[in-house]
C-alpha cells in the first residue's frame, strides 16, 4: 500500500516537473520572439542607420579582402588583358578619380533632390516613404561611403601613406559599380514617385503586415500590449497614408486606385481575420486616440466585442471620401465607393461574418442619408440613382446566401428611404426619378427571391414593402387637371411586377399590388385614375428593353417588361375591384339598396367624365341622365325616386328635378285625380299652385265648387310638369280640406315619381 501512494506521488511529481518544464520552455520562446521582434522593429525604425552600418561593414570587409586576398591576382590579369609590361600597372593614370566620385554625387543627389521636393508636393509624406525605401537607402549610402573611401585614401595619399589595393579597389569597383547603378537607380526614383507606384507600395506594406499576424509569432506576443499596439498603429498609418494622398492628389485615375486598394485590403483582411489572435482586437491606446475614433466614445467596447477596429476605421475613411467626392462633382469616383462596398459586403457574406454583414447594411444607409442630403442641397440625384443600384446590388448576394432576416431588414431601409424622397420632391423635383428607381431594385430582387421559391410569408412580406414605396402619392391631382401629363413612376414599376406575378401564376400577390393601387383612387377621383392607369398601361405595352438615351448605368429602362401579354388580364381585374370599390364606398355613404346602387352605377357610366362621384354629387348631371335610362319600369322607378331622396337633391328650380312636393314651384299647374270609395268612376280637376309652406300645399281649383268634390274623395293623384321641362311628375296626397284663405290644402308627399317623358 505505502509502495503504491509512493509510485503515485513520484508520478504526479514527473508530471507536474514536466509541466514546469514545458511553460519554462514556452516562456523562453515567448522571450526570444519577443527579442527578435524588439530587434526587427527597432532596425525598421530607424532604417537609416541600419543601411549605412552595413553599407560601411561590406565596404571595410571587401576593402581587406581585396587588399588581402584578391589585390596581385588582379594586378596581374589587367596586366595580361592590358598587355603592360609586369610592373606597368603603377603607370595606369586613376587621377581622374575624385573629378568622376564629385559629378557622380552632384548629379544623383541633385536628381534625387529635384525629384523628390517635386514630387512631394502633391504627395503627402513622401520623404517619410524615400526614408523607409531600403533600396534607395542602400544605393546612397553606398555612393556616400565609397566617395568618402575615395576622400580618406586621397588623405593617405597626401600624407605619405600609400594604400595602392584600396585606391584600385576604390577607383575600379566602387567607382565602376556606383557608376553603372547611377542610371537605373535614377529611373527608380521617377518610377518611385509615380504616385500609382507609391500607393501600391503601401497597399503591399499594408497586406505585409496583415499577413504577419497570422503567424506563431504574432500569435505567441499577442498578449504583449506593446505589441499589439504597434500592430495596429501600423495598419492604420497605412490607411491615413492612402488617405492623405487622396486629399492631395488631382489625378482621377489614382483616386480610383486608393479607393481601390482601400478595399482590396479590408477584402483580404476579412479572410485572414480568423487566423488572427484574439487578442489583437482589443482597442489598444494609439487607436482609441486616432483621427477617425475620436468621436466613438464609449464604442470600444462594442468594437472588441464584435472584432470590427479595423473594418470601422476602413469605413470611417470611405465615408469621408464618399462625401468630399460628392461635394466635388465627381460622381464616378463616390459610385465607385458604393461598388467597393459591395464586394466588401460579400466578402462579409461569403466569410458569414453576421456582425461585419451588419455594418456593413448600416453604411449603405450612411451613404443614403449623405447622398439624400447633398441632393437636396445641390439639386443633384445621380448619386442616389448610382446608390440605389449598388444597394441593390448587395441584397441581391445577401438573397443568393439566403440572408432572410438582413433581406428584410435591408428591404424596410430601402422603403424608408423610398418615402423619405417622395416626401423631397416637391422642393427637389430632380429626385422624382430616384423612387423609381428604389422601386425598381427592389422589383429585381423580388423576382428573384419568387424564382428562389422562398416561403410565401417572407415574399409577402417584403412585397408589402415595395407597396409602401409610393406614401404619400408623388403626384399632385391639379396637375391632371390643368392638363399637365405626370408618369406615376412607383405605380409603373408596382405595375410592372404585378405583371410578373400574373405571369407566374400567385395571383394573391397580383390582387395584393392591384388593391394598393386602388389607394390613388380615393385620392384622385375615378376619371382622374383611370386617366392615370392609361398611361402606365401604355408605356408597359410600348416600352423597350432599353432607354433611349444613356445614364451613368447604361440605357437600360426599368419600365419595361416582358410580360406585354398579361396587361389585358390585369387591367380587367383592376377595374372589377374599382368597380367593387366604387360601389362599397358610395352604397355606405348614401345608405343605398342594391337595385338603387345598380341603378346609380348605369347612370354614371353615361356621364361624360364617366365617374360615379361627378353624378352622386350633381343634380344637374343626375338630371340630364335620366333621358338616357332605358326600362322605366315600377321598380327602377321607385328606386330612382329613393335614390333621389338619399343624395338629397332638393331645389325651388323648377329645371332641377324635386324630389318632394316642398320643391313644387307656385304656379305650377295640377292635374288632380280621384275616386270616391266603392266607384269604379275616375273624377279629373284642374288647379293651380298658390302657395308651398312646410305644413301644406295650397292650391287654387278653376271652380269654388270643385273643393267640396274633392273633398269627398278618399285618396288624390296629382300630376305636373314643371316650367320648361318635358317630365311628367306623380305623386300621392290626401286633402287636408279648405284652409282660411279659401285654398285647399294637400298635404306634402315624399315620393315623387317621372311618370313619363315628352
Known amino acids: 500500500m505505502n509502495k503504491a501512494v509512493q509510485l503515485e506521488n513520484e508520478a504526479d511529481s514527473s508530471k507536474q516537473q514536466g509541466e514546469n518544464g514545458f511553460q519554462n520552455e514556452e516562456t523562453r520562446n515567448v522571450s526570444i520572439s519577443f527579442f527578435i521582434y524588439r530587434l526587427i522593429a527597432y532596425a525598421d525604425a530607424r532604417r537609416s542607420i541600419a543601411a549605412f552600418i552595413f553599407i560601411l561593414l561590406i565596404v571595410i570587409i571587401c576593402d581587406n579582402l581585396f587588399n588581402n586576398f584578391l589585390f596581385d591576382h588582379y594586378v596581374r590579369i589587367v596586366e595580361t588583358l592590358s598587355g603592360v609590361q609586369p610592373g606597368g600597372f603603377a603607370e595606369l593614370d586613376i ?3 575624385p573629378e568622376v566620385w564629385q ?3 552632384g548629379m544623383v543627389l541633385g536628381t534625387l533632390i529635384l525629384v523628390i521636393s517635386i514630387a512631394s508636393q502633391s504627395i503627402p509624406k513622401l520623404i517619410d516613404f524615400y526614408m523607409k525605401d531600403i533600396r534607395s537607402l542602400l544605393y546612397i549610402w553606398f555612393l556616400i561611403i565609397s566617395g568618402g573611401h575615395a576622400l580618406i585614401i586621397k588623405i593617405y595619399g597626401e600624407i605619405g601613406l600609400l594604400r595602392e589595393p584600396s585606391r584600385v579597389f576604390n577607383t575600379h569597383f566602387l567607382l565602376s559599380i556606383c557608376s553603372i547603378i547611377a542610371f537605373p537607380y535614377i529611373f527608380y526614383i521617377l518610377r518611385y514617385t509615380k504616385p500609382t507606384n507609391i500607393i501600391d507600395r503601401i497597399y503591399k506594406e499594408n497586406m505585409k503586415k496583415i499577413r504577419s499576424l497570422t ?33 492631395f492628389i488631382d489625378f482621377k485615375e489614382v483616386k480610383a486606385d486608393i479607393i481601390s486598394d482601400m478595399s482590396r485590403t479590408i477584402q483580404n483582411y476579412i479572410l485572414l481575420k480568423p487566423e488572427i489572435h484574439n487578442d489583437f482586437f482589443k482597442v489598444s491606446p494609439k487607436v482609441r486616440t486616432d483621427i477617425s475614433f475620436k468621436t466613438m466614445v464609449g464604442q470600444f467596447e462594442e468594437m472588441e466585442r464584435n472584432q470590427s477596429l479595423y473594418e470601422l476605421k476602413c469605413f470611417r475613411l470611405l465615408s469621408n471620401n464618399y462625401i468630399k467626392l460628392m461635394e466635388q462633382g465627381e460622381f464616378d469616383l463616390s459610385s465607385m465607393i458604393t461598388g467597393e462596398l459591395v464586394k466588401i459586403g460579400l466578402k462579409a457574406i461569403e466569410s458569414g461574418d453576421d456582425n461585419l454583414v451588419e455594418l456593413v447594411i448600416i453604411r449603405f444607409n450612411t451613404f443614403f442619408r449623405m447622398a439624400f442630403k447633398h441632393a437636396i442641397g445641390s439639386n443633384e440625384a445621380r448619386n442616389i440613382y448610382n446608390l440605389s443600384f449598388f444597394y441593390g446590388q448587395f441584397i ?7 440572408k432572410v432576416d438582413q433581406v428584410k431588414q435591408s428591404f424596410g431601409y430601402l422603403r424608408f428611404y423610398g418615402v423619405e424622397i417622395a416626401k423631397a420632391f416637391p422642393k427637389v423635383p430632380s ?41 404619400p402619392p408623388d403626384f399632385n391631382k391639379e396637375d391632371l387637371d390643368q ?4 408618369n406615376n413612376v412607383v405605380r409603373n414599376i408596382q405595375y410592372g411586377l404585378a405583371l410578373f406575378y400574373l405571369n407566374e401564376g400567385v395571383e394573391d400577390f397580383v390582387e395584393m ?3 394598393d393601387i386602388l389607394d390613388d383612387l380615393d385620392y384622385l377621383g375615378e376619371s382622374t385614375f383611370y386617366r392615370v392607369l392609361g398611361m402606365t398601361e401604355g408605356l408597359m405595352r410600348f416600352a423597350g428593353p432599353t432607354f433611349w438615351e444613356d445614364t451613368d448605368r447604361g440605357n437600360v429602362n426599368i419600365f419595361f417588361t416582358p410580360y406585354k401579354d398579361q396587361i389585358d388580364g390585369f387591367k380587367k381585374l383592376l377595374y372589377e375591384l374599382v368597380e367593387i370599390h366604387l360601389r362599397n364606398q358610395t352604397t355606405k355613404k348614401y345608405q343605398l339598396k342594391d337595385t338603387e346602387m345598380d341603378l346609380l352605377w348605369e347612370m354614371s357610366r353615361k356621364t361624360k367624365e364617366n365617374e360615379v362621384e361627378q353624378i352622386s354629387l350633381n343634380s344637374e348631371n343626375f338630371e340630364s341622365i335620366l333621358s338616357e335610362l332605358e326600362n322605366i319600369d315600377d321598380t327602377r322607378l321607385d328606386a330612382l325616386i329613393s335614390l333621389r331622396g338619399k343624395l338629397n337633391f332638393h331645389s325651388e328650380n323648377p329645371l332641377l ?34 302657395s308651398n309652406t312646410p305644413n301644406f300645399l295650397f292650391i287654387k281649383m278653376t271652380g269654388s265648387k270643385k273643393i267640396a268634390e274633392i273633398e269627398k274623395l278618399n285618396s288624390l293623384i296629382i300630376r305636373f310638369r314643371p316650367l320648361r321641362q318635358k317630365k311628367i311628375y306623380q305623386f300621392q296626397a290626401e286633402s287636408q280640406g279648405q284652409g282660411t284663405n279659401g285654398l285647399l290644402r294637400i298635404a306634402h308627399s315624399a315620393f315623387i315619381k317621372i311618370l313619363e317623358e315628352l
Open 95 to 97: 587621377g581622374f578619380a
Open 103 to 105: 559629378a557622380l554625387l
Open 215 to 247: 503567424s506563431k509569432r504574432s500569435h505567441s506576443l499577442a498578449h504583449i500590449n506593446e505589441v499589439v499596439e504597434q500592430q495596429q498603429y501600423g495598419m492604420f498609418e497605412s490607411l491615413n497614408q492612402l488617405d492623405d494622398i487622396l486629399e
Open 396 to 402: 441581391t448576394h445577401l438573397v443568393e446566401h439566403k
Open 431 to 471: 429626385v422624382y426619378f430616384d423612387v423609381a428607381v428604389i422601386a425598381f431594385e427592389m422589383k429585381k430582387l423580388l423576382e428573384l427571391i419568387h424564382h428562389a421559391k422562398w416561403e410565401k410569408e417572407i415574399q409577402k412580406t417584403l412585397l408589402n414593402e415595395i407597396l409602401q414605396v409610393d406614401n
Open 483 to 486: 392638363g399637365i401629363q405626370i
Open 513 to 515: 399590388i392591384a388593391k
Open 657 to 690: 328635378v324635386v324630389t318632394n312636393s316642398r320643391q313644387i314651384a307656385i304656379g305650377t299647374k295640377l292635374q288632380i285625380y280621384g275616386t270616391n270609395l266603392g266607384q269604379e268612376s275616375r273624377s279629373e280637376f284642374i288647379a293651380e299652385v298658390h
